[in-house]
């Protein structure tokens, strides 16, 4: 059983580029959450894929987007980065659609913006 | 503890030790809970998890116990080990698939 896997793992952007992490989930797994960590914070909630459509959103604003394809992996985007997008981002697959269930975390994506 | 929120920031145990992380949880309406420990440079890794329909559950080395009249939720791990040393987080899952989480406890055994 494959795990959930992140890339890159490290990333160094300066303020105002744009940015793409990718995630493939867990096999058998079809829902994929993306989650931002700040240093020495807990895991925030940015949003939800599951089928391909955004299933729940955190309070992150609009230039943070993402993709779901139909193998069930997915890509965060973030436009017009700022300083204080600086952080770990997880990607966690969860099977079970919108339910409840237990969430499967990568290792993540550390993004420095500078 | 954490509160989904922290309230004591780092524990420190004797290995072999028992270990008792809390968390006071907000929302009363959250009917399902996780516990995640997380290794320096790794993402959260799953422990143990429990629904609202429940008050205590057990895993290797590992008890949950939730009290959803004060809202409070504990991890109880047996026999401390030095690879449990980890930052420990709750969750909670209030609707859908969304998990607010707590700021973590620091949790260092000493041989």
């Not at chain 2, 790794?42 to 290797?60: A, E, H, L, T, V």
């Amino acid at each position: 059983e494959t795990g959930v896997t992140q890339s890159p793992t490290h990333l160094i952007k300066t303020r105002g580029q744009q940015v793409t992490l990718r995630c493939s989930s867990q096999s058998g797994h079809n829902t994929v959450s993306w989650y931002q960590q700040a240093l020495g914070q807990g895991p925030q909630f940015i949003f939800q894929y599951y089928r391909e459509e955004e299933n729940g959103r955190g309070n992150f604003p609009p230039r943070f987007s993402g993709l779901q394809f139909p193998n069930y992996s997915s890509e965060l985007n973030v436009n017009a980065l700022e300083l204080d997008d600086s952080a770990l981002y997880l990607c966690a697959s969860s099977s079970g659609g919108a339910g409840a269930e237990k969430l499967f975390f990568g290792s993540g994506t550390q993004l420095s913006v500078l | 503890g954490e509160s989904v929120g922290l309230h004591l920031p780092t524990l420190s145990v004797q290995e072999g030790d028992n270990s008792i992380i809390n968390c006071a949880y907000s929302n009363s309406a959250s009917d399902y809970f996780i516990w995640y420990k997380q290794e320096s440079g790794k993402g959260p890794q799953f422990i143990i998890d429990i629904r609202s329909n429940m008050d205590k559950r057990q895993g290797q080395r590992v008890t949950v116990l939730l009290n959803k009249t004060v809202k409070h939720l504990s991890l109880q791990i047996a026999a401390t080990q030095p690879g449990d040393s980890a930052v420990y987080f709750c969750a909670e899952n209030m609707a859908g698939n969304q998990f607010y989480f707590g700021t973590g406890t620091s949790l260092t055994v000493i041989p």
